[in-house]
């Protein structure tokens, strides 16, 4: 079975310091793995996906199949990153499977 | 920016109750989603549906749910006979491809079984 872990419930980190979410998870297939946010009084919204080994928002995440880990990396955290983090994984390309969420607080 | 609504915000039911929940997703969309997040759990996966059909479902997912698209636009989840686990935000989500294709998520519908 499939299972997205993030080990982190709370991340709290000072303004412009590195910030680094936790994501494993367990798959023997090739997953499709994403990143998705949520901001306070917002909506769920993707971040990033490791198809498109893209930077958002100055975030990055890298694929490591040996470690089964999608971690996702920022070198300066803003304020505004304030919100909760979830990693995500599709193995069909319908349901995507949640982790837990991480939420990241960064504190002036 | 088109955007997924849900409506309504908020639903309070009695248990064995019946609820159909709103969704209009993006308009030129052809994935749909349910999604749901019991109070201090993660989201979970109920459905998706494709092409008038349901393309993958979980276990929570049973006889008491069911989805139906009844015209070009809204996307309905009804839970036939509510219990009090059913309690939960409800998301709905669309896209325009399967795969690793971006999801948008709406703001949810918060559901009380009472």
């Known amino acids: 079975a499939q299972r997205v872990t993030q080990p982190e419930k709370l991340l709290s980190v000072f303004k412009g310091a590195p910030v680094e979410l936790k994501c494993n998870y367990s798959?023997?297939?090739?997953?499709?793995l994403f990143w998705y946010v949520q901001y306070s009084r917002q909506r769920l919204q993707l971040l990033l996906r490791h198809i498109s080994r893209e930077s958002i928002k100055g975030f990055t995440a890298d694929l490591n199949k040996g470690e089964t880990s999608f971690h996702l990396k920022k070198p300066f955290a803003q304020e505004e990153d304030s919100a909760m983090y979830y990693c995500?994984?599709?193995?069909?390309?319908?349901?995507?499977?949640f982790g837990k969420g991480t939420s990241l607080l960064v504190t002036p | 920016e088109p955007e997924v609504t849900q409506t309504p915000s908020h639903q309070v039911t009695q248990m064995g109750q019946e609820v159909i929940l709103r969704c209009v997703p993006i308009?030129?969309?052809?994935?749909f989603y349910w999604y749901r997040q019991i109070l201090g759990q993660k989201v979970e996966f109920l459905v998706s549906f494709y092409n008038n059909e349901i393309s993958e479902k979980s276990e929570i997912f049973d006889d008491q749910f069911s989805v139906e698209r009844p015209d070009g636009s809204n996307f309905t989840l009804k839970i036939r006979s509510t219990k009090l686990e059913d309690s939960a935000m409800y998301f709905c989500a669309s896209s325009p491809g399967g795969g690793w294709y971006e999801q948008y998520f709406g703001p949810g519908t918060r559901l009380t079984v009472t």
């Open positions: 995500a994984l599709t193995n069909s390309g319908y349901a995507l499977n």
């Open positions: 798959y023997s297939g090739s997953p499709e």
């Open positions: 308009s030129n969309h052809l994935y």
